[in-house]
């Protein structure tokens, strides 16, 4: 079963920078897709931000150029550097993590393509 534990979130002022991290404990095939997710009171879960287990990265148009997504293979971690943010960055931000099947080599930005979820971590930009 894997697991995800996320940390790192909190209150940062607009133009600020906070790094999430999400420590994974469980996987047990080579072939995986990490992402992060966010939701914002009253929105739907959008995908920030997703990484293939050997490197690829896919990253959403609002925010590319701002976050980075990372992951350090020897600690089982998963990061979100967080940069320039904004007061739309406002949302709590989950890590998601699900195995690739076949040929896949894509990690997706879709919600219903993981079923690894962590517990969450808020972040919230004020000014």
């Known amino acids: 079963q894997v697991q995800l534990v996320e940390s790192g979130g909190g209150s940062v002022q607009v133009g600020g920078s906070l790094r999430l991290s999400c420590a994974a404990s469980g996987f047990t095939r080579s072939r995986y897709s990490m992402a992060w997710f966010r939701q914002a009171p009253g929105k739907e879960r959008e995908g920030v931000a997703a990484i293939y287990s050997y490197g690829t990265t896919n990253v959403a148009d609002s925010v590319k150029g701002r976050f980075t997504i990372s992951k350090d293979n020897a600690k089982n971690t998963l990061y979100l550097q967080m940069n320039s943010l904004k007061f739309e960055d406002t949302a709590m931000y989950y890590c998601?993590?699900?195995?690739?099947?076949?040929?896949?080599?894509?990690?997706?930005?879709?919600?219903?393509?993981?079923?690894?979820w962590g517990q969450g971590t808020q972040v919230t930009v004020s000014s």
């Open positions: 998601a993590a699900d195995y690739l099947g076949g040929g896949s080599w894509w990690p997706s930005r879709r919600r219903d393509d993981y079923h690894y």
